[in-house]
């Protein structure tokens, strides 16, 4: 059997290499003005004020908090499932997250315990898009932070694209993030971004990613401390070209998901908005027998993501139960979502799938 389906394959397009040929050169190779017309793109198409890029979104995440005043010590809530890099966006700027457990359907943070944990330590709210789920939640929680004066930042790294009622995702809060990375419907290799209504977390986060006074080779002078966390001309190129490709990215990618989800229904995960979740995720009971079963058939799948409490060093972060958090852990595959993955893939999945031995589940029955 030669059919290899591989997790995640970027789709490039040979016009993108012109553009960072030419970008290359043009001889702007640092932040420059292709960084600046990317941001301005990014801001124009999810209708925010300001935008920043940078190197990850991760760092997006990091400079957010710095940017809204959080120090060492501040407790943010958090979502308690997903990627690492959340969560470790924070700690690593010393903040103190505290875990919420997720909606099992959604896979994002629930209100309903989001009000449990809040606490008179809570100084921000981290909300992620799981896999670009904006939806109900998101609006909820977003008017909960504003009622009570709460910052709120919008994990969006996986959600650029997706649209909840008009808004874009990352405009929910107080500051949103991005993330170009190779799994991302636009990616740089890495690379990240920051948006914001608020000129004033704008210039925090613009004076901390550039050594704390992005004014100091005018002046001479540095009124803050920072860092260089500057994204640069050769990679804006590149993420120009595939925002202003977008709309094509995403229709390919949804082509892809109606078939999947056509044949898979509630089997597959959906996020609320028409756009295609980033992942494509079914639950089983057996998931380890599933990848197996997957793996024989040419395809690559993987467990991915835990309740955070689980890794070793946030065991500490275990001081209630997160039953929905822990049902995501024990039950779910990614299949392959790439945005290379053909409609022919996608017949070839569902077919492997339908004969499956291993029985999928349905996220609505736990
Ligand atoms: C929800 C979420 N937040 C943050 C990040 C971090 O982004 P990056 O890998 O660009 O640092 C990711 C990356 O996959 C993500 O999925």
Avoid at 44 to 70: C, E, F, K, N
Avoid at 151 to 156: F, R
Avoid at 170 to 193: H, M, N, W
């Amino acid at each position: 059997m030669n059919v290899h389906i591989s997790l995640c394959q970027p789709l490039i397009d040979p016009s993108y290499a012109d553009s960072v040929r030419q970008q290359i050169l043009s001889t702007y190779l640092g932040p420059g003005p292709t960084t600046q017309e990317f941001a301005s793109y990014l801001a124009s198409y999810t209708a925010s004020r300001y935008s920043l890029l940078t190197v990850s979104g991760t760092v997006a995440l990091s400079v957010a908090s710095y940017a809204l005043g959080l120090r060492p010590g501040d407790e943010i809530l958090i979502p308690a499932y997903g990627v690492i890099s959340t969560i470790n966006a924070f700690t690593s700027f010393g903040l103190k997250p505290k875990l919420v457990d997720i909606d099992l359907q959604t896979g994002c943070m629930s209100p309903t315990e989001l009000k449990k944990r809040i606490s008179s330590k809570t100084r921000a709210v981290c909300f992620v898009d799981f896999s670009g789920y904006t939806g109900s939640n998101l609006v909820e929680i977003s008017q909960f932070c504003q009622d009570n004066n709460l910052p709120l930042i919008e994990d969006a790294a996986c959600a650029l694209g997706h649209h909840f009622n008009g808004k874009s995702a990352g405009t929910f809060g107080t500051i949103g993030t991005f993330s170009f990375s190779v799994p991302k419907i636009v990616t740089t290799g890495q690379g990240g971004a920051l948006v914001t209504k608020s000129k004033k977390y704008f210039k925090n986060a613009q004076n901390f990613i550039d050594n704390g006074d992005s004014n100091w080779r005018k002046t001479n002078t540095v009124r803050g401390i920072g860092n260089n966390l500057r994204f640069n001309d050769i990679l804006a190129s590149f993420g120009l070209v595939q925002l202003k490709d977008i709309k094509q990215r995403i229709s390919l990618k949804s082509n892809v998901y109606k078939i999947l989800r056509r044949s898979l229904s509630s089997k597959i995960f959906k996020v609320a908005d028409n756009t295609p979740p980033l992942h494509n995720i079914v639950f089983t009971h057996k998931p380890n027998a599933l990848i197996e079963y997957l793996k024989k058939n040419g395809i690559e799948a993987i467990r991915q993501y835990r309740t955070l409490s689980q890794h070793p060093i946030y065991t500490h972060l275990a001081d209630t139960e997160f039953p929905n958090a822990d049902f995501w852990t024990k039950y779910t595959v990614y299949l392959p979502f790439g945005l290379s993955l053909t409609e022919n893939d996608a017949h070839y999945l569902v077919d492997v799938l339908t004969h499956s031995p291993i029985a999928l589940d349905s996220v609505f029955e736990p």
